[in-house]
């Protein structure tokens, strides 16, 4: 009898109206309006807020599952007491809406929090880091979706009739809200006012809802709509966001231009440390114009010099357009294709001509379709669903896309989509993709290779640098010396300026059919099974939680380890096509391959403190010398030796500072000023060694030049530290900051 009674009176409150109609009761009518536009106000705040997650945040998996879970928190928190803090009338849809209105323009003014945060954390220590995220996460979006969660309890409650009729009304106009949020957000207001803009105008969306609330309140919804439209003003011209976040807040980093599309937050930035200018895509770094970035060119000429005849080439993600300017320089390539998901990439081509040469001016004109006489055309959408439409069109596919342990990238390795690409090439077609082993897993690096091996009848594994790229397709092809430009050959500007292809080719050591043989690591039949495929049904990779810090380094030599242990001969039709004579050289840059993983694993005890920077370069010169004796003019062979020595003599000069020999650093410290002249940390150094020595001209002018190429060279940690070895901090003011 009780528990009847407590059912019968349950049923009666659901049926009868929360409160008394009165002057302050609302419509059906009302409420339905108010709930599909909030809703498609906080799909769009919430859809932001991811995007603000992954600047603040940094790895796009940890910011997904940091956000949606302070997302769902913060709504669950708003509807419990938002309910309690408002009047249980119609007027308590007006104050959540108010509420509303002020939190949703929070994430625009987060950024001290979210360093206070951030900062205090890392102060406390390793125990609380894995704190960091969530609650990153938890302070941008939980003052501004708390508000929200609150709406639909307190316009249910302010509305007579049956309980389960009333929230199904609100819930059905839950729905169109919802639905519209997608495209106006990422189509429409992000791509036209970045996320900043789209917060106020989206904040304007509290206007429309309290007018509707306006046949109640006659004068506060009228007062509400036209403080939303302010407010939604004035945060239109509020600082974008973006620009406080930890990257690009960096004092190494000088903006040179910002972007904001559907996909990501762009930027093009210099940086006065390393001495590059860099194309960042939210916290990424894609790509750059400094030495780690030469193999992006090798992707483009690789496979265009392995194929007889390539007359039409697709470039999957144009990043700086490093890999389109290469295929550009080959006159063969009468078509090119630029596959590029983001306009906000495609528009920052012009900061990056020094490597891709202004290839891509070719295609702006006629976006999308190709004109007369134009070699380039740009596809602004998924590569994959181009490539899927595209069956057998292309000679060439050159791949560089996100990393392949990325939520949206890992869909461009899987065996399906590489069924996709061999489907897009035509006959006797080379695929040719990107693996970073720096970046990957050992597990993950296997499977990722494990897929591209098992799609193509034949597939093979090439090294430069330190990073591996794949080539596939139906045959072997033919290695024609012929492919090659002669030596001398006219081109340029004008009589006997050398052909430009020819210099870019031998830059990297590919000027021959000898020196491309020579990054040749293998065939990929002999490669192992992965024990877990990656597939489109069961993307694994992509859902791991990434590991941080020092034991990365690790990842490097493992992964190189593993390629090469499975090293094998040239094909017999190559080594004839060689020539016996090459042989010394091809040894050459095989054991430079070797001589990479030595270096790595010298990195990674130099920087787990069991090997001291003396140890860690004599490992890397003994590793490196067969190579040098075997292919001592080798470009790649050069430019390890230069990074050997680079790196021992600035760590062997700064640790002279440290000790307090002046004298002793300024030798290894000239001679890495002398190796990288672009980098501003370098000059800081030898600013504070001449100074220590009295040498104060020679001081102010290196400090000058550390300011030339950084100029807020004082604020980043290698400035503090220059300063702590003796240099003048006023050296390091730039004009008027004082």
């Known amino acids: 009898l009780p528990l009847a009674r407590r059912e019968t009176t349950a049923a ?31 799909v ?51 104050e959540a809406l108010a509420l509303a209105l002020a939190g949703s323009l929070w994430p625009l003014f987060a950024a001290p929090a979210l360093a206070g945060v951030r900062a205090g954390l890392a102060s406390a220590g390793p125990a609380l880091a894995a704190l960091q995220d969530p609650l990153t996460a938890l302070v941008l979006v939980g003052p501004a979706l708390a508000p929200f969660g609150g709406l639909v309890p307190v316009l249910h409650r302010s509305l007579s009739g049956e309980g389960g009729q009333r929230l199904g009304s609100l819930l059905l106009h839950e729905s169109w809200g919802a639905l519209l949020a997608g495209p106006i957000v990422h189509w429409g207001l992000v791509p036209s006012l970045g996320l900043g803009g789209a917060l106020a105008a989206l904040a304007a969306l509290a206007a429309p809802a309290a007018l509707a609330l306006s046949g109640t309140f006659r004068r506060a919804g009228p007062a509400l709509a036209v403080v939303a439209l302010a407010a939604a003003f004035l945060a239109s011209l509020a600082r974008a966001p973006a620009l406080d976040s930890p990257r690009l807040a960096d004092p190494a980093l000088e903006l040179r231009s910002l972007a904001e599309d559907g996909e990501f937050t762009v930027a093009v930035v210099d940086d006065g440390l390393l001495g590059e200018r860099a194309l960042l895509t939210d916290q990424f770094r894609a790509a750059g114009t400094g030495r780690d970035y030469r193999y992006m060119r090798v992707l483009g000429h690789l496979p265009l010099l392995l194929h007889p005849a390539p007359r039409r080439v697709a470039v999957l993600a144009l990043g700086t357009g490093t890999t389109l300017g290469a295929v550009a320089l080959h006159p063969g390539a009468e078509e090119i294709d630029v596959l590029e998901l983001s306009r906000a990439v495609v528009d920052q081509a012009p900061w990056f001509e020094a490597v891709n040469g202004g290839a891509l001016a070719e295609g702006l004109p006629g976006l ?19 490539l899927g439409r595209a069956r057998g069109r292309y000679d060439v596919l050159s791949m560089e896309p996100l990393l392949p342990d990325s939520p949206f990238g890992v869909y461009l390795y899987p065996r399906e989509f590489y069924g996709v690409a061999r489907r897009a090439l035509a006959p006797g077609g080379l695929c040719c993709q990107w693996v970073p082993p720096h970046a990957l897993e050992p597990e993950v690096f296997d499977a990722v290779v494990d897929a591209f091996a098992r799609a193509f009848p034949w597939s093979s594994l090439w090294v430069f640098g330190t990073q591996v790229i794949l080539v596939g397709g139906d045959a072997i092809p033919e290695l024609d010396p012929g492919r090659f430009p002669a ?18 080719l031998a830059e990297l050591g590919l000027e021959d059919a000898a020196g491309l043989a020579a990054r040749y690591a293998g065939d990929l039949g002999s490669w192992p099974r992965s024990q877990r495929p990656l597939s489109d049904a069961d993307p694994w990779i992509a859902f791991r939680d990434k590991p941080q810090g020092v034991r990365v380094l690790a990842w490097l030599p493992a992964n190189l380890d593993h390629a090469l242990a499975r090293e094998s001969a040239l094909p017999a039709p190559w080594r004839k096509a060689i020539g016996e004579g090459q042989k010394e050289r091809i040894d050459g840059v095989r054991a430079l391959r070797e001589a990479r993983v030595a270096q790595a694993r010298a990195e990674l005890l130099h920087r787990l403190g069991q090997a001291s920077a003396a140890e860690a370069r004599a490992i890397s010169e003994e590793a490196l010398a067969p190579a040098l004796a075997r292919a001592p003019d080798d470009p790649e062979v050069r430019e390890l030796a ?21 004298r002793a650093a300024l030798e ?18 030898v600013a504070a060694a001449l100074a220590r020595s009295g040498e104060m001209r020679g001081a102010q002018a290196a400090a000058a030049r550390a300011l030339e190429l950084c100029p807020r060279a004082a604020e980043t940690a290698q400035g503090r530290r220059a300063i702590e070895l003796g240099l003048d901090a006023s050296m390091l003011a730039r004009p008027g900051s004082q």
Do not use: M, N
């Open 44 to 94: 769009g705040v919430e859809w932001i807020a991811l995007r603000l997650g992954c600047l603040w945040i940094g790895s796009l998996q940890r910011a997904l599952t940091s956000v949606l879970a302070a997302s769902l928190l913060a709504l669950a928190l708003g509807a419990a007491l938002i309910p309690a803090l408002v009047h249980r009338d119609g007027r308590g849809a007006l």
């Open 487 to 504: 030596p001398g050959g006219a081109g340029g500007d004008g009589p006997g300026a050398e052909d430009p292809l020819r210099a870019a």
């Open 668 to 685: 290894p410290l000239l001679d890495a000023a002398e190796l990288r002249p672009e980098r501003a940390d370098v000059h800081l150094y």
């Open 12 to 42: 009666a409150d659901l049926a009868r109206p929360s409160h008394a109609p009165g002057k302050h009761g609302l419509r059906l009518a009302q409420a339905a309006w108010v709930v599909g536009t909030c809703t498609l106000w906080v």
């Open 642 to 662: 230069g990074e050997i020595r680079f790196l021992g003599s600035l760590r062997s000069g700064v640790a002279a500072l440290g000790a307090g020999a002046a």
């Open 368 to 386: 999308l379709e190709r004109g007369p006489g134009e070699r380039v055309r740009v596809f602004l959408e998924d590569g994959r669903s181009t």
